[in-house]
């Protein structure tokens, strides 16, 4: 009977190292999947990224990536490719990450602008039960929205693997493409490259429902800041046919892996005592309109509630009066990842800096969600005419916090029904 080839493919990790623990029954977190891989891959599955593991181009998520790789490599992965996230890095960063990780990294269309030399191999070519499997990464430049790395070229993935795809299919008995690109993106390979056996896709709204079969090649594709991980298992012929498929959610009925525990509490130890960019108020002026500035500043929640006492009960009767508590339970009241959406104004030149150390405008307070209140409060305490007016809330305020992977399913009318607040009596300058 021919070999049957499993592989267990992960995207859009977006850091998650664990789940970031903002409320109970989070999904997700490469604590869980490692659990899961190892109760249930073999030795000869392939376990594949198809792309964007970084959170960003930040200095402090240029730090977790070299976490990230290890746990990677600590689960056994095959290969990483390099999604749209990644090469926001500059071609200096992703080369020194090609000398270090531990793990293999690939993308067969993303050059050196200067040289002209690809920054990562393009194929890895793993051997299973007697066959050869060539991998393929590649990403697409027509639909990245975010800002390419300093010093990076992408070429267009299908010139690429136009180039590649016949010579390897004379020396593998199957190609794997990982192609960080969006649905559209995954139809055009499929019908482009026959010789393709399975092609995984990564830049999506939600996860494979079902197996597609297109030209001669399965399409399958996951997101969701690695609440899920898919599972293909095709058995080997002329080509690799018959394919099976399931989606995993990585649920709270699988266990934390205290390795990859243990690497995220030693990216948050490192980020503690390191010098970020974000503790610099320097580089907020990059954004600054020039002879502009913020006609207010934040002041805390201390100097609001005074004057709107019902609100004040309301807030601190909720979660967001202690926020910042549950940052500190978790050791992760360092990490900029986690701070904006616990603290009022972080990321601003008036607002929570981490060298506080929670002592001030920590937690979720009024000017998290109404802005600085300088002026307001200014105005209010010296009689003067109140001119300053804050703008009006709606249910995109909240979801700058609560979305994705750091809230439950966020409903405006029901939210709201709980931290309902407003009508003080009317102050008076009389």
């Known amino acids: 009977m021919a070999p049957v080839l499993t592989v267990y493919f992960s995207g859009d990790t977006s850091g998650r190292l664990v789940p970031c623990g903002c409320f109970t029954g989070q999904l997700g977190g490469l604590t869980r999947l490692k659990t899961l891989l190892a109760a249930e891959s073999g030795p000869s599955d392939l376990k594949l990224d198809v792309g964007n593991a970084i959170a960003g181009p930040e200095d402090f998520q240029v730090i977790q990536y070299d976490y990230l790789l290890r746990a990677y490599a600590d689960m056994g992965y095959d290969a990483l490719n390099i999604g749209h996230r990644e090469a926001q890095l500059s071609a200096a960063q992703l080369k020194q990450f090609r000398k270090t990780s531990p793990v293999t990294l690939l993308s067969a269309n993303l050059f050196d602008q200067a040289s002209g030399e690809r920054i990562f191999d393009a194929v890895k070519m793993i051997e ?3 066959r050869k499997i060539a991998v393929v990464g590649v990403l697409d430049a027509a639909c990245m929205t975010e800002e390419l790395g300093q010093g990076l070229r992408i070429a267009p993935m299908e010139s690429t693997l136009e180039e590649l795809l ?3 299919r004379k020396e593998a008995d199957a190609i794997i493409i990982l192609a960080f690109t969006d649905e559209s ?3 055009r390979l499929a019908q482009q490259f026959y010789e393709a056996s399975l092609i995984l896709g990564g830049k999506v709204t939600q996860p494979s429902q079902k197996l597609i079969k297109e030209n001669r090649s399965y399409i399958l594709y996951t997101a969701n800041e690695s609440r899920a991980i898919g599972v ?4 080997f012929g002329p080509r690799l046919e018959g394919g099976e498929f399931k989606m995993i959610m990585l649920d709270t009925n699988i266990g934390e892996d205290p390795a990859i525990a243990a690497l995220a509490a030693q990216y948050r130890d490192q980020i503690r005592s390191a010098h970020l960019g974000i503790d610099d108020l320097k580089h907020l002026e990059e954004n600054e309109v020039p002879g502009v500035r913020n006609a207010a500043r934040y ?3 201390e100097a609001c509630i005074g004057c709107h006492p019902s609100a004040a009960k309301v807030w601190s009767q909720t979660a967001h009066s202690h926020a910042f508590a549950a940052l500190v339970a978790r050791k992760a009241d360092a ?3 986690c701070i904006g959406c616990h603290t009022v104004g972080f990321g601003t030149d008036s607002g929570y800096e981490r060298q506080l150390n929670g002592a001030r405008l ?3 307070g009024c000017e998290s969600c109404h802005g600085p209140g300088s002026l307001h409060v200014e105005q209010r305490r010296s009689l003067k005419e109140v001119t300053f007016k804050f703008r009006p809330l709606g249910a995109g305020d909240c979801k700058q916090c609560h979305h994705g992977e750091f809230s439950p399913p966020f409903d405006w009318d029901v939210s709201w029904g709980r ?5 003080e009596p009317r102050y008076s300058n009389n």
Not at 232 to 235: Q, V
């Open 419 to 423: 931290i309902k607040h407003g009508g």
């Open 232 to 235: 293909f298992r095709g058995r």
């Open 299 to 301: 002041v805390g929640t």
């Open 362 to 364: 920590a937690s979720v």
């Open 128 to 130: 299973r039960d007697g």
């Open 166 to 168: 016949p010579g390897l």
């Open 335 to 337: 990490d900029p990842n």
């Open 185 to 187: 993106g995954l139809d």
